[in-house]
């Protein structure tokens, strides 16, 4: 009996359900306890792998995101600040956005919780079954930059376009020059409707053309941003409006697009 059990688990790990051959003999014990039937020893020895298979997968993706730490959405007080309601932290979460390939741009002074938001949104999306990348745009930047002679960034970057959802934190923090816009307008475009983006920035748009130095990558990077986006404003003091923007918050459903 101990030798055919040794011989299942061998099978089980050729078939490569590695888990369910390590449980084996818990959940034949089980079976036996309390008398499952055929079916039901089959069911739960199923639902085990296929349990064990979705943590693995999450494990993964939080891997390859690479967040700078992991915070949740419920970490985040929404008492504490006053631009976003639970109504709104609820909509983000369910992330209806994501499978419609919406980009959220967050803004806001430094410390208001903008990186917070968007690793705990990243969360939430690989735990619903989403590839996510993080990055920074200073390490964004390094990345483009080196992609051509550095294999680490190669991969790096056909990670991240590969990903459901691209966050880039920290835009516009340092001034760009043409080849580094050059480089950042390829990328956006090649995300442009094959994943969501979302952008943190303590600088609105309209200040973002003088930092990439070239009018016409702006208007050609923000053109593929805002096609599709939802702002957030993260201060209280905001000056500034981007027009011809639909909102996932307000009464015009994205479904009316
Ligand atoms: P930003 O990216 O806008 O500079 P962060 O997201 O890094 O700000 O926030 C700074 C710190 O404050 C982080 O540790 C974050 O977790 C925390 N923080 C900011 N806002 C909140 C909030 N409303 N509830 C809980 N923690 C917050
Ligand atoms: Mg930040």
Known sequence: MTSSL?????QFRHLRMVETADELPVLLRNAEKSSWTYQEFLGELLMYEMKKREEKGIQKRLKWASFPYLKTLDEFHIEEQTSLSTRQINQ???LNWLEQQYNLILLGPPGSGKTHITIG?????IQKGFKVAFSTMGELTHLLKTEEYIRKSQMRLKRIKESDLVIIDDLMYMAMDQREANLFF?????????SSI???????PEEWGELMGDQGITTAILDRLLHRVEVIQLNENDSYRI???TTIFGKESVETQ
């Open 186 to 194: 390829h990328l956006i475009n090649h995300l442009y409707e094959r």
């Open 198 to 204: 979302i952008l943190t920035s303590n600088k609105g």
């Open 92 to 94: 983000l979460r369910e």
């Open 6 to 10: 040794h011989l299942l688990q061998d």
């Open 121 to 125: 949104l990243g969360v939430e999306a």
């Open 243 to 245: 027009k011809h923007r």
